[in-house]
């Protein structure tokens, strides 16, 4: 029954064209997949997506959210998915545990080049907005730390596209300045359990500040 179950969630996703593709290495190495959710499941996981009013990324059990989406997250962090990027990658993951986080809106800030934390092995990121929501906010796997134009990818932040990469001291990344709503899924698998519970705990203290916070002093603190 569970498989049963496992297996009409995976219809959501095209794990087929994400077997089969090539993995780039340039600038490190990475594999993008352009609609890898299929068009027949985008509504009723887009309707189904969490409500979010701020910026930054929230621990996947801060958020509600319907069955569509649940069961999407489901097959992002399953065994078929984690057995295909082990695989693309050369990396052992089976030990490793899963952290996902939702982003639902985007502050001028967030692009900035990056490379992502030490304790993240692998970076999933999948898009679901429209292609004019955030047509501007196209994320680049960058050569270097320093030029944002100096990119070997990009990708649109639209339409279920699917991005993953393995992390390392050169993975650099970014994307244009853009303020509004731009969607995303981040699925990690991590070192251990500990990166786990540090962000859990990392989004409790922010979200309790930000409720002490009157609108007039968090409109005070913009400016």
């Given at each position: 029954?569970?498989?049963?179950?496992?297996?009409e969630?995976?219809?959501?996703?095209?794990?087929?064209?994400?077997?089969?593709?090539?993995?780039?290495?340039?600038?490190?190495?990475?594999?993008?997949?352009?609609?890898?959710?299929r068009?027949?499941?985008r509504?009723?996981i887009?309707s189904?997506?969490?409500?979010?009013?701020?910026?930054?990324?929230?621990?996947?059990g801060?958020?509600?959210?319907?069955?569509?989406?649940?069961?999407m997250?489901?097959?992002?962090?399953?065994?078929?998915?984690?057995?295909i990027v082990?695989?693309?990658?050369?990396?052992d993951?089976?030990s490793?545990?899963?952290?996902?986080?939702?982003?639902?809106?985007?502050?001028?800030?967030?692009?900035?080049?990056h490379?992502?934390?030490?304790s993240?092995?692998?970076?999933?990121?999948?898009?679901?907005n429209?292609?004019w929501?955030?047509a501007?906010?196209?994320?680049r796997?960058l050569?270097?730390?320093?030029?944002?134009?100096?990119f070997?990818?990009e990708?649109?932040?639209?339409?279920?596209t699917?991005?993953?990469?393995?992390?390392?001291?050169?993975?650099?990344?970014g994307f244009?300045?853009?303020?509004?709503q731009?969607?995303?899924?981040?699925v990690n698998?991590?070192?251990?359990?500990?990166?786990?519970a540090?962000?859990?705990?990392?989004?409790?203290?922010?979200?309790?500040?930000?409720?002490?916070?009157s609108?007039?002093?968090?409109?005070?603190?913009?400016?």
């Amino acid at each position: 029954m569970a498989d049963t179950i496992q297996a009409e969630r995976d219809e959501m996703l095209d794990f087929e064209r994400l077997d089969s593709a090539e993995i780039a290495n340039e600038p490190f190495p990475h594999v993008i997949i352009p609609g890898f959710v299929r068009r027949e499941a985008r509504a009723a996981i887009e309707s189904d997506f969490p409500a979010i009013a701020r910026s930054g990324s929230f621990p996947l059990g801060s958020l509600s959210f319907g069955p569509a989406f649940a069961g999407m997250i489901d097959s992002l962090s399953a065994k078929r998915m984690r057995t295909i990027v082990e695989r693309k990658f050369d990396l052992d993951l089976e030990s490793k545990p899963v952290m996902v986080t939702v982003r639902g809106m985007c502050a001028k800030r967030d692009g900035q080049i990056h490379t992502d934390s030490t304790s993240k092995l692998v970076t999933m990121l999948l898009y679901i907005n429209k292609s004019w929501e955030c047509a501007s906010a196209r994320l680049r796997l960058l050569r270097s730390a320093h030029d944002l134009e100096d990119f070997a990818a990009e990708i649109p932040a639209e339409e279920g596209t699917l991005v993953i990469f393995r992390n390392g001291p050169k993975a650099w990344h970014g994307f244009a300045p853009f303020r509004g709503q731009r969607r995303v899924i981040q699925v990690n698998w991590v070192t251990d359990e500990t990166v786990v519970a540090r962000e859990q705990a990392r989004h409790r203290v922010s979200a309790f500040f930000k409720r002490l916070l009157s609108p007039a002093k968090a409109h005070a603190a913009q400016h």
